[in-house]
């Protein structure tokens, strides 16, 4: 009697057909298989030189100081007096930057900072008080700053916005590597306010006019793409930043 039923005999050849063919592929990796002259694959690495962005939205502008909204570039290229993050607790503190260290007075009103020694913006020229000062001086002054509130209450902001004066009276540069301010009144949050990304520290000798000033419609490349117009950071991060069309 045939104990095998057409269903069962179909069964079985598929289960050898499949033992056959795992018995093949072992053999073949035991053998070496393939093209002996066939070049070992090269492990691929990464171009670390370069970091891509996909943001969004087009800018009508990378000057930091002139936006609220596009802060992508300020955030990646440049460096902040102070930096705020949250801790374990998720309480935010606010931490060493560019300043390596400052004291507040008695009266919450004067802060004497001291920059790090040895940075560099990423043209190579040094980081001193005076860059800090035409940071502070550009963003009350620059007809499109909106981010005049970060200083208007340093001591004669006001009165260096209005043109009375080409002098911000509350910026003292003490050394190469050390300024205080003085502000109008205590204003606790004056530290957090630093740590945002439109109070980034720009080159002095380099920055020159709006570095991205472009008119309402036109593509931002032209601006970002400007070599001289690059101001970096204490361990340079970017040379140049380039917009993709």
């Given at each position: ?48 030189s ?9 800018p ?26 949250n ?15 400052w ?42 700053s ?100």
């Open positions: 009697m045939n104990i095998f039923t057409p269903c069962k005999r179909t069964l079985c050849l598929l289960l050898a057909a499949v033992l056959l063919a795992g018995a093949l592929s072992a053999c073949a990796a035991q053998g070496g298989g393939g093209d002996p002259s066939a070049p070992e694959p090269v492990a691929w690495e990464p171009d670390t370069r970091y891509l962005v996909a943001i969004e939205d087009e009508d502008t990378v000057d930091f100081q002139c936006t609220t909204i596009h802060y992508t570039i300020a955030q990646n290229v440049f460096d902040r007096l102070v930096e705020m993050e801790d374990a607790d998720g309480n935010a503190v606010i931490l060493p930057s560019l300043a390596e260290s004291e507040i007075s008695a009266d919450r009103c004067r802060y004497a900072f001291h920059l790090r020694e040895g940075v560099t913006f990423s043209n190579g020229s040094a980081l001193t008080a005076s860059d800090v000062l035409y940071t502070f001086t550009r963003l009350l002054t620059h007809p499109d909106c981010n005049r509130d970060i200083a208007d209450n340093i001591v004669g902001a006001h009165r260096l916005e209005a043109g009375e004066t080409d002098r911000l009276e509350g910026f003292e540069v003490l050394g190469e590597l050390d300024f205080a301010i003085t502000l109008e009144r205590p204003f606790e949050a004056f530290l957090a306010c630093l740590s945002m990304p439109g109070a980034s520290i720009l080159d002095a000798g380099r920055s020159g006019p709006a570095p991205s000033s472009c008119a309402a419609g036109s593509r931002a490349e032209a601006c970002c793409s400007r070599r001289t117009r690059t101001a970096g950071r204490a361990r340079p991060a970017a040379r140049v930043w380039i917009c993709a069309s």
